[in-house]
């Protein structure tokens, strides 16, 4: 027969066994799936069996509090609702029983690790790793990290730490096993496999900095041998890097005649034609960096050290350079493009231009970056020195002699290269 304990509203003693019992709120029985909890202490001692039945009921209620905000992971706010109860005046000593109770529980049904892990987090010397995202972030943009890269790292983490709670389970075994996994799931490339395994390597560097994990620790973020990519040769490489191809000149002439319904658009890939510039290096251009009277670009902001530059004005574009300062109604030559969140000018034509392109049915390898390509092709069939086009498209030196010792070729010199360039627009 059962019956209730008159001392605690959550024990049953049944056959000379006390029983932990919690009654599962209306609201979430559906999401639990039972009306109540209901587990043996393995006591029939009611000191012994009070504690491991408060051990269980801050569990049972930790699993109610996830499944309303639809977490997935009750152990894990058991051992922080502890956290939180241990750090309250007078509750230290019983709280200090109620972890090593559950984590003995932890440890018979779960095993070593679990069992770890939530007695670390329970007494604060373990955090959980979505919790440290935010510290996270705010260490790469003090490291100046672009926002963009954050951006998109971050939501690599945000998959990560719901898989791996802790730094416990981050071991290389279970790394591979969860890329692969969710390569498989959500149907990814390699390159986004490489992209989440980097941001994977990161973030255990971090975990180091902090001494999450300890600072000599080999980093288990490793691209599995069938996501690797090469730029090699090897026919059996499963992931070749595919470089972006150029346009023909005659392709990029085409481009142009097809976006004349689009102003902005033409301005932006008749400018690239001729200076062979990043598409951000354009529309980022202010009308103070161009110099009409000595025929010069002054390119400020680029990706590299190596793309800060002064560049001659090819005859053919100084007309519309010309008209378009003249119209401009703001500080740019490309006029009153929008700005996304990144601060970036370019996404918004780039879009455009991929659209375009598409339209036309050149391949997913012919980006903007291809008119860059188209300008460099050129130049070299004009027979102009590989250093020299370096130096006007704002590449680095390829030998030690002028990358390091030249102070780069003259405006003349790059002039008279450019001009050796022409389209039949």
Not at 138 to 167: E, P, W
Request: aromatic share 8%; hydrophobic share 35%.
């Amino acid at each position: 027969m059962t019956r209730k304990f008159n001392n605690s509203s959550y024990l049953q003693l049944r056959y000379n066994t006390y029983y932990a019992v919690y009654y599962v709120p209306k609201d979430v029985r559906h999401v639990i799936k039972k009306a109540k909890f209901y587990q043996s202490t393995q006591t029939g001692d009611i000191k012994l069996a009070t504690h491991r039945a408060q051990a269980l009921v801050v569990a049972w209620k930790a699993e109610v509090a996830s499944a309303r905000a639809h977490s997935e992971d009750p152990i894990i706010n058991s051992a922080l609702d502890l956290l939180r109860q241990l750090k309250e005046e007078g509750k230290r000593h019983w709280v200090k029983d109620i972890i090593e109770e559950e984590g003995s529980l932890i440890l018979e049904q779960l095993g070593d690790t679990h069992a770890e892990v939530f007695k670390n987090i329970a007494m604060g010397e373990q955090k959980v790793l979505k919790d440290l995202i935010s510290s996270w972030e705010s260490h790469q943009k003090n490291r100046g990290l672009a926002d963009k890269t954050i951006y998109q790292m971050k939501k690599d983490l945000v998959l990560l730490t719901d898989f791996f709670i802790s730094s416990n389970f981050i071991t290389r075994p279970l790394v591979e096993r969860w890329i692969l996994d969710l390569a498989r799931d959500q149907k990814l490339t390699a390159s986004s496999v490489t992209r989440i395994i980097g941001s994977g390597k990161n973030f255990y560097q971090y975990l180091m900095t902090v001494k999450e994990v300890p600072k000599n620790d080999i980093n288990p973020f490793v691209v599995p041998d069938d996501y690797k990519r090469t730029k090699g040769t090897n026919k059996k490489g499963l992931n070749k890097i595919r470089s972006w191809v150029p346009f023909t000149q005659d392709e990029i002439v085409k481009l142009y005649q097809s976006s004349k319904n689009d102003p902005k658009l033409a301005n932006l890939i008749f400018m690239g034609a001729y200076t062979g510039a990043r598409i951000e290096e354009l529309c980022s251009l202010k009308k103070i960096d161009v110099d009409l009277d000595k025929d010069t670009i002054n390119i400020t902001q680029s990706k590299t050290e190596a793309g800060i530059r002064l560049v001659p004005i090819h005859s053919k574009l100084k007309p519309l350079l010309k008209s378009l300062i003249e119209s401009s109604n703001d500080d740019y030559v490309l006029s009153e493009l929008g700005i996304n969140k990144f601060g970036s000018r370019s996404n918004s034509m780039g879009q455009k231009f991929g659209r375009l392109k598409n339209k036309l049915k050149f391949s997913d390898r012919h980006v903007f970056h291809s008119i860059r390509k188209t300008l460099i092709t050129a130049l070299e069939n004009a027979g102009v020195s590989e250093n020299l086009t370096a130096d006007i498209v704002g590449h680095e030196k390829p030998r030690i002699t002028y990358g390091l010792y030249s102070g780069g070729a003259s405006i003349d010199v790059m002039r008279d290269a450019i001009e050796r360039v022409t389209y039949s627009f």
